[in-house]
Nanobody, 118 residues
Framework: VQLQASGGGLVQAGDSLRLSCAAS????????MGWFRQTPGKEREFVAS????????YYVNSVKGRFTISRDNAKNTVYLQMNSVKPEDTAVYYC????????????WGQGTQVTVSS
């Protein structure tokens, strides 16, 4: 499975941004797709995930109500819609894939930088 993340950029606080993660290769319907983020000197943080089959979603508390994860089955693409962004959302965002709904994330994309100015 190959993952290609895109959509990062420089935005102002309060703006919106949509990240995309295109999956190629053998992506099965049982997969769980996730978004993570990381800032220098900190551990990678879970942001959101979605189960490919039923669309169940999970979010870290700090983004609930502002971010929305979704998927387009036909395009094998997962999105992260980021609304009302804050400077603390600044990070490199990574998409990842787990082969089962509860398994570990085995596949990772290359990351896309999101910078939010105040």
């Amino acid at each position: 499975v190959q993952l290609q993340a895109s959509g990062g950029g420089l935005v102002q606080a309060g703006d919106s941004l949509r990240l995309s993660c295109a999956a190629s290769g053998r992506v099965f319907s049982s997969y769980r797709m996730g978004w993570f983020r990381q800032t220098p000197g900190k551990e990678r943080e879970f942001v959101a995930s979605i189960i490919w089959t039923d669309g169940s979603t999970y979010y870290v508390n700090s983004v609930k109500g502002r971010f929305t994860i979704s998927r387009d089955n036909a395009k094998n693409t997962v999105y992260l819609q980021m609304n009302s962004v804050k400077p603390e959302d600044t990070a490199v965002y990574y998409c990842a894939a787990a082969p089962t709904p509860t398994g570990r994330y085995d596949y990772w994309g290359q990351g896309t930088q999101v910078t939010v100015s105040s």
